[in-house]
């Protein structure tokens, strides 16, 4: 019976001994460290890996994120060099480069950096006037960022950059400033506005230019197109007439049908409204011997008529 006591003891113990073993293996995850106290004294820093610390002897004493790290302090009153009393708030972004001294070297680091901004804050701006401390805000920015670096690198700790989230004037400055932004963006309104008349205007003109400009070579086309039909008119009326003379030519007329066609065309001629008529001579003598024809048709004695037989 004994025995069996025993053996149910040295399980126990054994079992105990395996959890305390595998209650002291720690694994330190990536962008972290771990700093381990021996005895109540710093001992090391634990990096990213799998560490054995000692039962009972050896002890986490902080564990501390390696990246960059983000803090939004509440706004902090400050006062302007002209007495203009206003309120600021600072993001600060900074992250640990020394786990031993952020452990050890200050206590509540966190409020030690708000404290410290809000005093670095406070010194600054009281150097300032109201528009240079509105309009300076990067300056502001870098003188912030490297007196808190400096002051802060005995901390472990490494301030990156810092931010003036908002600035907030006092009451009777914000509608001021209100009413001169107002003003600024109806002056504002007001140059598009004449900006866009003016750049109607160009418009108009242009396209009433460019309408009398196609007016004018609408005309000019209709002109030379005229122009080319009356010029192929005549071309071909040219062509042929040349034609007839040439068909003329080739029939080899006689005098007498040449001088009558020149009769003919003399009296489309003499139709006319002239008031004087060159006639030429040929056409004279062929007048002449029509007149004569006539005279001598006339004088001719005519036979008389019989009378008619009255009917039966």
Known sequence: MSGIIGFIVGVVLILIVILILIANI???????AFVIER???????WETGL??????VDKVARKISLKEQVIDFPP?????????????????????????????????P??????????????????LELDHTLTSRDTINSQIRTTLDEATDAW?????????????????????????????????????????EKRSAILIAEGEKES????????????????????????????????????????????????????????KAADGKATKIIIPSQIQSLAGLAASLKEFFSDAPQEPRQPEKPEQ
């Open 156 to 196: 472990g700790i490494k301030v990156n950059r810092v931010e003036l989230k908002n600035i907030i004037p006092p009451k009777e400055i914000q509608d001021s400033m209100e009413k001169q932004m107002k003003a600024e963006r109806e002056r504002r309104a007001q140059i598009l506005t004449a900006e866009g």
């Open 39 to 45: 005895l109540g004294a710093y001992q090391v820093t």
């Open 76 to 108: 902090q009153p400050v006062i302007t060099k002209d007495n203009v009393t206003m309120q600021i708030d600072t993001v600060i972004y900074f992250q640990v480069t020394d786990p031993k001294l952020y452990t050890y070297g200050v206590e509540r």
């Open 26 to 32: 720690k694994v330190v995850p990536q962008a972290h």
């Open 212 to 267: 009398a400009i196609l007016r004018a070579d609408a005309a000019k086309q209709s002109k030379i197109l005229e122009s080319q039909g009356q010029a192929e008119a005549i071309a071909v009326v040219q062509k042929a007439i040349a034609d007839s003379i040439v068909l003329l030519n080739r029939a080899d007329p006689a005098d007498s049908v040449i001088a009558l066609k020149s009769l003919e065309a003399f009296g």
């Open 110 to 127: 966190l409020s030690a950096i708000e404290n410290l901004s809000a005093t670095t804050l406070r010194n600054i701006i009281g150097d």
């Open 51 to 56: 560490h054995f610390k000692i039962p009972f």
